[in-house]
């Protein structure tokens, strides 16, 4: 009999050796109808926009079947003269809305992009405006779910209650809102992007994603190869990783690697960072762990800081290495509670910017909720094919807290697939195809949420793709670096691919003074609502 180890290694060289699902089955003879847009203003808050719905099958097995709708958003070329076509985006996820993503950013797209393209963001099938997935009858019954359940598993005595909390998500989801449930795979979204494509009259395909939106350019391309023009992908997973399940591979390394540039950084900053000491921020922070594992720090203001909520700062510091002073901020006030401190006045300006995102609003009866957590759930249990035992979940759960304190935050949350059917229409590879264009895939060497590594095996695997490789910290590079941010635009508007091996500088570190201030977090990127959201 296998150990569990050896099982591991076992599974996980099957999984990179090739797919562990068949490609999905041909489509039938009937072909979907393209949809007609009629784009109308998206209202007075938001000027220059125009927003549509289309109509998609619900089901491509039976396309002239039942139908689901996706909402758009777009901010029209300014220079139609000189017109190109669209360019469509996602920011990530699962679960993040491309309309909102559009909606707020689609004017400095625009503009970087000389008003060549129209910009386009669409809510993936079941996000958001798109006959979206609620598994709950409001905010306040999704509040309810997760009452007495930490984010993540942090001791022995909560594994099982959270693991079986979690599984039961499958009953809710399924059988209240069961029908969009089961037509939510990425393969499904790429199908939809395909016919979108069609509908804005694009020959082929302009697509920029982020995060888990390189799932979907990652599954684009292998689709449907011979329909892309321009395909940029930033902050990537491996999508041999993320579709079978064991992104945690990648995951429990990446994240210690990054935090530890956080602390190296605070350490060489000195005075400049709030959280450095002389006996050094890594010593530190692990006293600050442990102490508050022990005994969780009141903050003098009615609310306790936890354990999970320290890990849970400290994995979404991740994201963005130029809110970092405020993260180091609140870090060093903690630490003076648990050290025996008092509260005295409060935490500073910086901290409270980190400490305040954790004040709840107010919760809603409305049934039609923001439904992030239902979609991230929803799309990630299509695709992926997670382990059905609390055994094995809980065995992965060890080989993930060898790796240090931020891994275990990663994995525990897709105990809500155990029981929870993938997609038969999924696609789990295989991932190797060549495209008509060059796919541009951008990397960061210290991308605590989707590694380096994500981005090199991409490359790899995308023959004749071009990997842009950023020096710096933080989740994906667009908009963060100005070298990343050149090099994308550049190829979005004519095509050209960066040189071969081409790395773009580290910026400054975000703890000299007077970097933070003046500089700006990307527009896609940004920290996650629930574990395991990209």
Not at 19 to 27: D, I, N
Not at 173 to 199: E, N, P
Request: charged content about 20%; aromatic content about 12%.
């Amino acid at each position: 009999m296998l150990t569990r180890p050896r099982r591991f290694v076992v599974a996980l060289t099957l999984v990179l050796a090739g797919p562990l699902v068949a490609a999905p089955v041909a489509a039938a003879a009937e072909q979907p109808t393209v949809p007609k847009l009629s784009w109308q203003p998206c209202g007075e808050d938001y000027p220059g926009f125009d927003c549509a719905t289309a109509r998609v099958p619900l089901d491509y097995d039976e396309p002239g079947g039942p139908t689901t709708s996706v909402a758009l958003a777009r901010k029209a070329a300014t220079d139609p003269a000189k017109r190109i076509g669209s360019v469509f985006l996602n920011p990530g996820g699962p679960g993040g809305s491309g309309v909102e993503f559009a909606l707020g950013a689609g004017n400095r797209l625009s503009q970087a992009l000389e008003g060549r393209f129209d910009i386009v963001g669409f809510d993936p099938r079941g996000v958001g405006a798109s006959d979206p997935l609620h598994c709950f009858d409001s905010q306040e019954e999704l509040g309810a779910f997760f009452n007495g359940v930490p984010s993540f598993p942090y001791k022995r005595e909560q594994e099982r209650p959270y693991f079986d909390k979690y599984r039961s998500l499958a009953r809710e989801c399924l059988t209240r809102d069961g029908t969009i449930a089961r037509h939510m795979s990425t393969a499904d979204v790429v199908r939809d992007l395909d016919l979108l494509r069609r509908a804005v009259g694009d020959r082929k395909l302009n697509y920029l994603g982020f995060s888990y939106g390189s799932h979907i350019g990652n599954t684009y391309a292998n689709m449907f190869p011979k329909n892309v023009r321009a395909l940029v992908i930033d902050g990537v997973l491996d999508p041999r990783l993320w579709s079978s399940g064991w992104q945690i591979v990648n995951d429990r390394v990446a994240t210690g690697q990054e935090f530890k540039e956080f602390l190296r950084l605070c350490d060489e900053a000195g005075p400049n960072c709030a959280f450095a000491t002389e006996q050094g921020s890594a010593k530190r922070f692990e006293a600050l762990a442990r102490a508050v594992l022990a005994k969780p720090v009141d903050l003098g203001d009615g609310r306790l800081y936890t354990y999970e909520h320290l890990i849970g700062d400290a994995n979404s510091s991740l994201y963005t290495p130029e809110w970092w002073p405020d993260y180091a901020a609140a870090f060093d006030f903690i630490a003076d509670l648990a050290e025996g401190g008092k509260a005295g006045d409060g935490p500073s300006a910086a901290a409270s910017r980190v400490l305040d995102k954790r004040r709840a609003p107010a919760p809603t009866r409305d049934a039609d909720y923001p439904n992030g957590f239902d979609a991230y759930n929803g799309n990630v249990c299509a695709d992926a094919e997670f382990p059905r035992s609390f055994r094995t979940f809980q065995a992965v759960g060890r080989y993930a807290e060898a790796a240090g304190r931020l891994a275990p935050y990663w994995w525990w949350g897709g105990a809500a697939c155990a029981d929870w059917p993938t997609n038969q229409d999924r696609y789990g590879g295989p991932w190797s195809t060549k495209t008509s264009a060059p796919v541009l895939v951008v990397g960061n060497y210290f991308d605590g949420v989707t590694s380096y590594t994500g981005a090199q095996a991409s490359a790899r695997l995308l023959k004749g793709s071009r990997l842009l490789s950023y020096a710096g910290w933080g989740h994906t590079a667009y908009e963060r670096s100005d070298c990343v941010t050149g090099h994308v635009n550049r190829y979005l508007l004519t095509g050209a691919l960066p040189p071969a091996k081409t790395v773009c500088p580290a910026n400054p570190s975000p703890f000299l003074p007077g970097v933070a201030a003046t500089t700006d977090a990307p527009f896609a990127g940004l920290p996650g609502t629930w574990p395991g959201i990209r």
